[in-house]
Each structure stands twice: as structure tokens, then as C-alpha cells.
């Protein structure tokens, strides 16, 4: 054999071994872990993208649900898994939200997740019964500011989008709400409902049937702007309290230390899953708003709410526990 034909020939069985040890992704099923109960909406967003990531991968994507501690567990359980691409949370806002809420967490909020496509989220609506004298968001704060501490405001969790978005709102106006902890949305609005309380912000999935039906009356939206199937209930931010926004997000993240070559990899795919028409139809039916977002502004995202909510949430005197 030529001098030169042998050298061109050692490299390459140098490299095979190296190349046969790294298997196509995916090489077996892929888990996205919730963490929160089946049947809810972020259920139907995991169920939708896993079936999407199916028949483009040619792989099982199985939906794992892991609810418990506000999806601390589930997230837990993501930030220890093997960067390989197998194991994906879909993460919630509540990740970055409620983490002030916690002296300990057993992971970082951003450091221990790989941001890979945020998706999808909504505003949440201020409503109040009808019966209560007040037709526009300045006549809200006017009595609660007339009447501080007697205007309550139902919510079922401390430290969720409802619960922050009336801290905010108390401490931009200067005013004070008691704030009513239901075990869940649902019962907070059957509370409002019922006259129990006077108001909540709830989400737009809850709000709008009431607000339609004549049953609550929406005094403002907590989004950047006017939500669409309600598009003649102002913002927050747009009544005099300019920056006011919070709401709720869902994306898809990896554990910490994943290969860049597999971020874009799965970025691509992620976003190519997305894009299908029948599933972006089934999400604005279960009252998603689109919001779409590669790694670099997800990671932003996260880490502008994770600094933002810490914030309110200290001065609203709730400490870490």
C-alpha cells in the first residue's frame, strides 16, 4: 500500500471508535416532566408538544407528571437529570415566581436549568362581583385606599401570578388588600362569586365566561396589552400604572450543562413542533397567548422575573420559610 494512502486511512480508524460512541438523539424515550396534576392547561400544552416531538422524532415523548410543591419537585428532579437530552421540564413561571417564597431550594431557579423555548402564557384579569360600587380600576383603588386593609381579594397560592399581581398592584398604589387563600382557583372564584370577597385576578380561562355572563365585572388585564378575546378591558399598565405587567409563562428547559450543539439541536426541533397550526389552535382554545422565544431571551425572561417578584415579594414583608 502507498505511503500515502496509509496515512489517510489511520485517522479515520482512529475516529470511528469516537464516532460510534455518540449515539443519535434521541436513541430512546424522551420524558417531559410536569409539575403539576393531568387535565389542567399546562397538561394540554405538555400533551400537545409531546405528540408533536413523537412523529418528528420518531420516538416516544412521554408526559411525566410530578406535581407537589408549586413544581418544585418536578423541577428538582429535572435539574439532576443527565444533560443528554432525554429529560425536559416543561417549567412554568411559577419556577422563577415563588422561589423568594424559600429559603432553601435544592436547585437555582437559573443556573440549574438550560433555557430551550419559552412558548406560551396569559395575563390574568382583575374582576369583581358586580354588586361592588366600582366600574373602573381607579374606583377599586380609591376604595380600597378609603377602606385600607377591608377590600379582600381571593387567591390560591402564595407566591402564584394571582397572589403577586395584587402585591404589585397594592404596593404601585399605595393602598392595602387582604389577600383570602382558597386551595384553588376554582374555589377562589365560587368565593367571588358568591360575594364572599370582593375581587381576584384570575386567569382569563376562569374570567371571561363570568365576565361575559354578567357574573363578575373585569376592571383590568395584567398583561403588556389588551388581551385579545377581551379587547375592550384595559390594561393595568395603560389605567395610570405604567410597567404594571405579570403573568404567567410556560416553556420547555433542560438540566444544566447540556452540549450547545444539542440546545440548537433541540431548540430547532422545539420550535419546529410549535409551529403546527392544529397545535397552536388547541392552545388559543384552552386560552394561551403565543409567546414564543429562543434560549438567550428565555434565559433573560426568567432572570428579569426571578429579580423582579424577590423584590415584591420583600416588600411585602413575606419572608423565605
Keep these: 500500500m502507498p505511503r500515502l494512502t496509509r496515512r489517510l486511512v489511520l485517522p479515520a480508524a482512529l475516529l470511528a ?3 460510534l460512541a455518540q449515539p443519535a438523539f434521541p436513541n430512546r424515550p424522551v420524558r417531559l416532566v410536569s409539575g403539576f396534576a393531568p387535565g389542567g392547561a399546562t397538561d394540554i400544552l405538555a400533551r400537545s408538544m409531546a405528540d ?6 420518531r420516538q ?6 410530578r406535581p407537589g410543591a408549586g413544581g418544585n419537585i418536578a423541577a428538582d428532579y429535572v435539574a439532576r437529570a443527565a444533560p443528554d437530552g432525554h429529560v ?17 431550594l435544592p436547585y437555582h431557579p437559573l443556573r440549574d436549568f438550560t433555557p430551550l423555548l419559552l412558548m406560551a402564557g396569559y395575563p390574568v384579569a382583575l374582576v369583581v362581583h358586580p354588586a361592588l360600587p366600582v366600574h373602573d380600576l381607579a374606583a377599586f383603588v380609591a376604595l380600597a385606599r378609603a377602606r385600607p386593609g377591608q377590600v379582600t381579594l381571593a387567591s390560591s397560592g402564595i407566591g402564584n401570578t394571582p397572589h403577586l399581581a395584587a402585591l404589585l398592584l ?3 398604589a399605595g393602598v392595602e388588600f ?4 382558597y386551595t384553588g382557583a376554582a374555589l377562589g372564584q365560587a368565593a367571588v362569586l358568591n360575594g364572599e370577597v370582593n375581587g381576584a385576578f384570575q386567569s382569563m380561562v376562569l374570567a371571561r365566561p363570568a365576565v361575559e355572563a354578567g357574573r363578575e365585572r373585569a376592571l383590568g388585564t395584567t398583561g403588556a396589552r389588551r388581551w385579545p378575546e377581551m379587547p375592550d378591558v384595559p390594561t393595568i399598565a395603560e389605567q395610570g400604572y405604567p410597567g404594571f405587567e405579570a403573568g404567567s409563562w410556560f416553556g420547555i428547559q433542560g438540566p444544566p450543562g447540556m452540549a450547545p450543539g444539542l440546545v440548537e439541536r433541540l431548540h430547532a426541533d422545539l420550535a419546529a413542533a410549535f409551529a403546527d397550526a392544529g397545535l397552536r389552535a388547541r392552545l388559543a382554545a384552552a386560552g394561551f397567548g403565543l409567546r414564543e422565544a429562543g434560549p438567550a431571551a428565555f434565559a433573560a425572561v426568567m432572570e428579569e422575573e426571578f429579580t423582579r417578584w ?6 411585602a414583608g413575606i419572608r423565605p420559610e
Design 17 to 19: 471508535p469516537a464516532v
Design 52 to 57: 408533536r416531538l413523537g412523529a418528528l422524532w
Design 60 to 65: 416516544s415523548v412521554v408526559v411525566e407528571n
Design 88 to 104: 425536559l421540564l416543561l417549567g412554568t413561571s411559577a419556577q422563577v415566581q415563588s422561589a423568594g417564597l424559600f429559603a432553601r
Design 170 to 172: 397594592a404596593q404601585m
Design 178 to 181: 387582604t389577600v383570602v387563600q
Design 310 to 315: 424577590a423584590r415584591v415579594l420583600r416588600e
